[in-house]
């Protein structure tokens, strides 16, 4: 009797849990306000440590749009958010690291089955480099006609993807792409030896600025494209140093510079993402260096995770 008691008692628990606000709110419960919001499909990285990798829908008047990276674990997460895929036709990849773009195909298939009607999608990425594949190679070699999934292009609805290369050069803003009250602005930023690519979407005067994965050579970009942005999802990846690995450095940007360029670019809140077991382990020293040098609001992502932006 005394264990039925305890199992109630933790059901109790893990009800109440999800209902205090730290359990996932779900953005497609949101309905039509706000105008801009964040979900976050996968706030880890690359480990298999109980996070879906990096990956965000972007919802603007409620309707999922543009999802940001496609990082494995994701798909179950859109599932598990109930998230209405279609008329999510824009797909913003960071960098073709594993961690952000291994798992577009599944994500496409399930865009492809959750409507009949054609579906016209437009990648965008960065340009080839080293032995990294173009965004155009990549798709191609996913859902062209010679690539892995050729078949998906008829196999739900007529699907037409059209993928872009972002170059990594100039090193200045430039708009992606501009319709009605959607704006998706872009600039190249640095990961070491990975291209890679900063976007910010502006709405209806809102905006968001998506940091991908960044080393200390992207900061300059980031800062000017991220300037007033509302909110700039930052990945959190290391510690200050000497805390993390010495590598992770060419890699990835410590707390106390996150928190100096969301001051430089007068960010109206921070959502660290990406999260690492380490900084999970860290968070309150994470949290203090990066409040030492800025003084707006500062959150940690998790799965599931919904952020209005206005
Ligand atoms: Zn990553
Ligand atoms: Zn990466």
């Not at 749009?65 to 496609?70: E, F, H, K, S």
């Not at 598990?80 to 895929?85: D, N």
């Not at 972002?166 to 070491?192: M, N, Y």
């Given at each position: 009797?005394?264990?039925?008691?305890?199992?109630?008692?933790?059901?109790?628990?893990a009800?109440?849990?999800?209902?205090?606000?730290?359990?996932p709110?779900?953005?497609?419960?949101?309905?039509?306000?706000?105008?801009?919001?964040?979900?976050?499909?996968?706030s880890?990285?690359?480990?298999?440590?109980?996070?879906?990798?990096?990956?965000?829908?972007?919802?603007?008047?409620?309707?999922?749009r543009?999802?940001?990276?496609?990082?494995?674990?994701?798909?179950?997460?859109?599932?598990?958010?109930?998230?209405?895929m279609r008329?999510?036709?824009?797909?913003?990849?960071?960098?073709?690291?594993?961690?952000?773009a291994?798992?577009?195909?599944?994500?496409?298939?399930?865009?492809?089955?959750?409507?009949g009607?054609?579906i016209?999608?437009?990648?965008?990425g960065?340009?080839?480099?080293?032995?990294?594949?173009?965004t155009?190679?990549?798709?191609?070699?996913?859902?062209?006609?010679?690539?892995?999934?050729?078949?998906?292009?008829?196999?739900?609805?007529?699907?037409?993807?059209?993928?872009?290369d972002i170059?990594a050069?100039?090193?200045?803003?430039?708009?992606?792409?501009?319709?009605?009250?959607?704006?998706?602005?872009?600039?190249?930023?640095?990961?070491r030896?990975?291209?890679a690519?900063?976007?910010?979407v502006?709405?209806?005067?809102?905006?968001?600025?998506?940091?991908?994965?960044?080393?200390?050579?992207?900061l300059?970009?980031?800062?000017?494209?991220?300037?007033g942005?509302?909110?700039?999802?930052?990945?959190?990846?290391?510690?200050?140093?000497?805390?993390?690995?010495p590598?992770?450095?060419?890699?990835?940007?410590?707390?106390?510079?996150?928190?100096?360029?969301a001051?430089?670019?007068?960010?109206g809140?921070?959502?660290?993402?990406h999260?690492?077991?380490?900084?999970?382990?860290?968070?309150?020293?994470?949290?203090?260096?990066?409040?030492?040098?800025?003084?707006?609001?500062?959150?940690?992502?998790s799965?599931?995770?919904?952020?209005?932006?206005?």
């Amino acid at each position: 009797m005394r264990r039925r008691a305890a199992a109630v008692l933790g059901l109790v628990c893990a009800l109440a849990q999800a209902e205090d606000g730290l359990a996932p709110a779900k953005c497609p419960n949101v309905g039509s306000d706000p105008d801009l919001a964040v979900l976050v499909l996968g706030s880890g990285g690359p480990g298999a440590v109980g996070r879906a990798s990096s990956s965000y829908v972007v919802l603007l008047d409620g309707q999922p749009r543009i999802l940001v990276d496609a990082g494995p674990g994701s798909f179950a997460r859109a599932g598990e958010a109930g998230l209405q895929m279609r008329g999510m036709d824009i797909v913003l990849l960071t960098h073709l690291h594993i961690d952000h773009a291994g798992e577009l195909p599944g994500l496409l298939l399930g865009r492809a089955v959750s409507s009949g009607r054609p579906i016209d999608a437009r990648i965008y990425g960065p340009a080839a480099s080293g032995q990294f594949p173009s965004t155009r190679r990549y798709v191609d070699l996913n859902f062209g006609a010679q690539g892995a999934y050729a078949y998906l292009k008829d196999f739900s609805a007529p699907l037409t993807i059209s993928a872009h290369d972002i170059a990594a050069k100039p090193v200045k803003p430039q708009t992606l792409l501009a319709e009605a009250d959607l704006k998706i602005s872009v600039i190249p930023g640095h990961h070491r030896d990975a291209p890679a690519v900063v976007y910010r979407v502006d709405y209806k005067g809102h905006s968001v600025t998506f940091s991908g994965d960044i080393d200390a050579q992207g900061l300059p970009a980031l800062s000017s494209l991220a300037q007033g942005t509302d909110l700039l999802v930052f990945n959190s990846v290391v510690l200050d140093p000497p805390g993390s690995a010495p590598q992770l450095y060419e890699l990835h940007t410590p707390p106390a510079a996150i928190g100096k360029l969301a001051a430089q670019a007068h960010a109206g809140r921070l959502l660290l993402t990406h999260i690492s077991p380490l900084v999970e382990q860290h968070q309150d020293e994470v949290l203090a260096s990066i409040g030492a040098t800025y003084a707006g609001p500062v959150s940690v992502s998790s799965d599931l995770l919904c952020v209005p932006v206005n």
